[in-house]
Nanobody, 122 residues
Framework: QVQLVESGGGSVQAGGALRLSCAASGRTLSSYVLGWFRQAPGKERDFVAAVTWSDGLTSYADDVKGRFTISRDNAKNTVYLQMNSLKPEDTAVYYC???????????????WGQGTQVTVSS
């Protein structure tokens, strides 16, 4: 079972930027997928982005394409989510997730971090 620890959340004004980090440990990541999901109050936990650890293939939700970038640092076992041009509707708790499938489906991920709050004010 992978252990995931997020960091980097905070408060920012609309149009600003934040970078989230997720440090992974506890298993070999070579055949793994790491992703980011987010959950706003009263809403479902939605897919944001994912990256395959072996070759860096990426996938994004439509509403973050062109604004968010997911990347990984193999040496540090860390995945990042660079968030630019932030909007108030990006406000949510952001979760790092790990799994064996390159998918946006939440139920396919079997390891989760504790979440980090991102608040974007207008």
């Amino acid at each position: 079972q992978v252990q995931l620890v997020e960091s980097g959340g905070g408060s920012v004004q609309a149009g600003g930027a934040l970078r989230l980090s997720c440090a992974a440990s506890g298993r070999t990541l070579s055949s793994y997928v790491l992703g980011w999901f987010r959950q706003a109050p009263g809403k479902e936990r939605d897919f944001v982005a994912a990256v395959t650890w072996s070759d860096g293939l990426t996938s994004y939700a439509d509403d973050v394409k062109g604004r968010f970038t997911i990347s990984r640092d193999n040496a540090k076992n860390t995945v990042y989510l660079q968030m630019n041009s932030l909007k108030p509707e990006d406000t949510a708790v952001y979760y790092c997730a790990g799994g064996r499938y390159f998918t946006s489906r939440r139920e396919r991920y079997d390891g989760w971090g504790q979440g980090t709050q991102v608040t974007v004010s207008s």
